[in-house]
């Protein structure tokens, strides 16, 4: 029969399909998240607010080697994130959808470069890099941050190139690898400061494990020359902005912003376990599947260099971060495709022969997430009303499918693997539908405020706070002028020397700037009310 016959003799048409999905089908499932957060998220304040508002203050005043934030020096963060932001603008002129789109960019060149990382690392295992690929892009942590306006990603980047040149240099003792490693070094401190080099020291003193026997002292000198070299090119920013910035930016960058985190932090201070919590969060669906770990635990006990060689990269990472006082869960990020690697590895080592891969234990997870995230809009939001229920029940229903075809699947691992990812995503997606579904999105959309604020500011209104201002606004009002922070109390004298002002008020219901004055905006933001007060006449 016809039918039998083709079964027997596939097209070879066929084959270079099969075979591009294999390889880069995995871009598809980190692109649907991301084009649904595009068009129905908004940035959400105060950390992507307030980063883009950084990027539109450097654009408009022209100060484009200090970052900028309410007309003054922003010592949190380097500028190569606000660079990258700028080179768009310069080609598709002031707008939201680049920014955000770059995180997303970064997300697809680093599952490729662990794809890159995991051929190198295990150079007799081929096909880890489509299992290292496709776990990457399947993991909720991972598809995020991809969504998310932040510097995580760009310094993972720096990360995996880092590891990319240590593993080349190490292994075939060329130059170039080191030339990657120091630039590496650079970025990174241009992306988010010297913690690149709690990243990247402890794998580069333990890479002679991938090849025993090498001229050790050799490679410590040549990495000591590389991170010179690194620092070096990061100083080409660094001591120009240094003396540019002033003196109270200069002491941020080169001391405080560092030293204030490790010793005392003035931000994010948690305890010493936070991250042994987190570390399940970040690593899922992987870190629930028994087989993973087992088959990395006899990889490790039949002495696999490459597997010793992330653990000693990961392991002193983790322990520094626990003993830092600011912690942030995507502090981590940049160590979650080493994680994902070792997990790669284990699914790779348990199976035997041609033997089927149950989903069932990472399935499980597509069915907890979206009820956890639904629980936790309703808390925030106050109640199960607060949720669009047919909208919620439809997305359960759905995730509940995924999970019950993937529980049905026994497949090999990398066909398994890409139902797996696809999944993941649709549930992701789900969970930003709940969202934005929800009354809830609307308390972190700063637009509608803007606008008013704008178009005051449009008329020579001045701007002051009663709370501290983050640059919420600025973008989206395209602010030139400073918001002066005057605080809870400090509103009516300000006014009184301020008669056209524009006071934003972000409080719980209580004595207001202008008493039996209604504002010109009020709407719930972030738990509190948000409502602006002219000065003069309403």
């Known amino acids: 029969m016809p039918g039998n016959s083709a079964a027997r003799h596939p097209r070879p048409d ?59 020096t922003y010592a949190d963060k380097p500028p190569l994130f606000f660079w990258m932001i700028h080179a768009g603008w310069a080609l598709f002129g002031v707008n939201e959808w680049w920014p955000r789109l770059i995180p997303a960019l970064l997300a697809v060149l680093n599952t490729a470069l662990v794809g890159v990382l995991a051929a190198r690392l295990w150079p007799g295992a081929p096909q880890l890099r489509q299992l290292a690929t496709w776990m990457m892009a399947g993991t909720l942590a991972w598809m995020m941050f991809g969504v998310a306006l932040m510097f995580d990603m760009l310094l993972t980047s720096c990360v995996l190139l880092g590891l990319v040149g240590l593993v080349q240099a190490v292994t075939t003792g060329s130059w170039r690898g080191h030339a990657l490693y120091a630039l590496a070094i650079a970025l990174g401190i241009l992306a988010k400061g010297p913690v690149i080099l709690l990243h990247l020291l402890p794998p580069a003193v333990a890479a002679p494990l991938l090849a025993p026997g090498g001229n050790r002292w050799r490679w410590y000198r040549r990495l000591v020359a590389a991170t010179l070299a690194g620092l070096l090119l990061a100083g080409f920013w660094v001591l120009p902005a240094a003396l540019l910035g002033g003196d109270a930016y200069r002491e941020k960058i080169l001391w405080t912003q560092t030293a204030g985190r490790v010793t005392d932090s003035f931000a994010h201070r948690r305890p010493w376990w936070f991250y042994f919590l987190v570390l399940p969060l970040l690593a899922l669906p992987w870190f629930i599947w028994p087989r993973v770990w087992s088959g990395a635990y006899r990889l490790l006990a039949g002495g696999d260099r490459a597997l010793r060689f992330l653990l000693c990269g990961f392991l002193p990472v983790f322990l520094g971060f626990s003993a830092i006082s600011g912690k942030q869960i995507h502090y981590l990020l940049p160590w979650l495709p080493g994680l994902v690697l070792v997990a790669a590895a284990g699914l790779a080592a348990s199976r035997r022969g041609g033997e089927s891969v149950s989903l069932a234990p990472p399935a499980l997870a597509w069915v907890a997430v979206p009820l956890v995230a639904a629980a936790a809009i309703a808390l925030r939001a106050g109640g199960m009303a607060a949720i669009s229920m047919p909208w919620a029940a439809g997305c359960g229903a759905v995730a509940l499918l995924i999970a019950l075809a993937l529980v049905a699947q026994r497949r090999a691992p990398l066909a398994g693997l890409r139902w797996m990812a696809t999944g993941g995503s649709l549930v992701l997606t789900l969970m930003l539908v709940i969202f934005v579904t929800a009354p809830l999105a609307g308390r972190y959309d700063v637009g509608p405020a803007a606008r008013v604020i704008g178009r005051y500011v449009a008329a020579g209104a001045p701007l002051a706070s009663t709370s501290a201002y983050n640059g919420e606004f600025g973008f989206f009002a395209r602010l030139a002028v400073p918001v002066q922070d005057v605080g809870a109390d400090g509103a009516p004298g300000w006014c009184a020397s301020h008669p056209a002002g524009l ?36």
């Open 503 to 538: 006071v934003i008020d972000r409080r719980q219901p209580g004595h207001p700037p202008r008493p039996g004055v209604l504002p010109v905006y009020h709407a719930p933001f972030r738990g509190l009310t948000l409502r602006l007060w002219t000065c003069g006449p309403a």
């Open 14 to 72: 066929g084959e270079p399909v099969a075979a591009a999905l294999d390889r880069w089908g995995w871009v598809l499932v980190l692109a649907l998240p991301v084009a649904l957060a595009l068009f129905l998220r908004p940035l959400i304040p105060p950390v992507e607010t307030r980063y883009i508002n950084v990027a539109w203050e450097m654009w408009s005043q022209g100060h484009f080697l200090v970052p900028v934030l309410n007309t003054a």
